[in-house]
């Protein structure tokens, strides 16, 4: 597998299993849309893998996603509309790449599997 997706979901909101699964399906769609066309496309012939992984809370989300830009991977953090458990505009999940593996290794080794 040379490419692959990261999605880092908040465990300090304790997301019910159906509403993380909504939003760590929104982060994957939107990052990709972001990610360039010719990454996206070997990805996707790849079979589109990608992680779950485990962001202690916004503080740590953020510092990945900083992290993934410096390092020119596309990102994207989903903000909760707020219609059932979370209020307007919370920041849930994000989502990092498509981008090769080893990139992308490189900046969420140290993060735990959901």
Not at 24 to 30: L, N, P
Not at 65 to 70: G, H, Q
Not at 79 to 89: I, L, S
Request: some cysteine.
């Amino acid at each position: 597998m040379d490419y692959k997706q990261a999605i880092l979901v908040r465990q300090d909101l304790k997301l019910p299993k159906g509403k993380m699964a909504a939003q760590v399906a929104h982060a994957s769609i939107e990052t990709m849309m972001n990610a360039k066309k010719t990454v996206v496309d070997k990805w996707m012939r790849e079979g589109m893998a990608k992680i779950v992984l485990k962001a202690k809370n916004l503080s740590e989300l953020k510092k990945y996603v900083n992290k993934a830009k410096k390092s020119g991977i596309a990102s994207y953090m989903i903000r909760d509309a707020g219609h059932t458990v979370v209020k307007p505009g919370t920041v849930t999940c994000a989502g990092i790449g498509p981008d090769k593996t080893e990139k992308i290794d490189k900046i969420v080794s140290e993060l735990k599997l959901v």
